[in-house]
């Protein structure tokens, strides 16, 4: 049997855009990346992808908004990497997005956005944060280490309310809450916590159709750079951490 890494990332909310990126980006800089979605079908190619390109990877099947879900998963993980430590987790789930006016909006649309957006980010955290307290490294060995990380991926909706954004909104404003009050709360413990305002339309595999920016090069948010910022992030030393970080393509208004 394989010797367990000393450290792993997990990344929640594995799509073919920004899930996948992350994943392959701290895959390829040497975490072995446990990976969470509710569908075989989003993480296989993940996987596939990652051992391809000669990293570890291992996909969990989980419903973030189910706390018994989330313990299974980490369960499994431990299994598999027995006395891992975690480096690094992405909260990337998808927030329930519902573009609707507001009085097409349903009761389940708020719930879906809020399970997603914000209960899933408190469970998810809550079994996240007790591992990367645990892996704070000591005063003799932070050098080697990246201090451990939490990031979350936000969206402009985090900022401010829109029409047709009001349930989707909601979720984002309690995410955005969630992630402050932990930076607010760890970061003194050496734990750091970052919230990424994703402020613009994803070029993701499956959004292909969607057009932003008049359709404009580059007018769409490249994942793969938003994970090299995520890996930015990480790495920062303790004594210069962001908390929020904002990402939008060169022509987006803002
Ligand atoms: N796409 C955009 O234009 C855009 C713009 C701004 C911000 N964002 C933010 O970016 C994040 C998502 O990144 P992305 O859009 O590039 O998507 P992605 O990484 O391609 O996919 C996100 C994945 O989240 C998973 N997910 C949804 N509900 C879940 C649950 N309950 N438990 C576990 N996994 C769950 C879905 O897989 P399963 O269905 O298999 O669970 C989905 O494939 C979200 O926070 C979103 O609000 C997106």
Known sequence: MAASPPFYAVVVGVGSGTGASVARLFARRGYPVALLARKDANLTPVVDAVTAAGGTALGIPT?????????AAFAAVAATWPGARLAAAVYNAEAGFAYKPFLELTPEDLDRALATGAKGLFHFAQRTIPQLLDAVPSEEGKEQQ???TLIVTGATAAL???????????????QRALAQSL????GPRGVHVA????????????GKDRVANDGKA??????DAIAESYWHLHTQPR??????LDLRPFVEKF
């Open 63 to 71: 419903d973030v908004s189910d706390p018994a879900s989330l313990d």
């Open 146 to 148: 990246h201090p451990p």
């Open 160 to 174: 401010r309310g829109s029409a047709r954004f009001a349930t989707f909104a909601a979720g984002k404003f309690a």
């Open 183 to 186: 930076a607010r709360e760890f």
């Open 195 to 206: 919230y990424a305002i994703i402020d613009g339309v994803i070029d993701t595999p499956w």
């Open 218 to 223: 580059d007018g769409k948010i490249s994942p």
């Open 239 to 244: 004594s210069a951490f962001t908390h929020e």
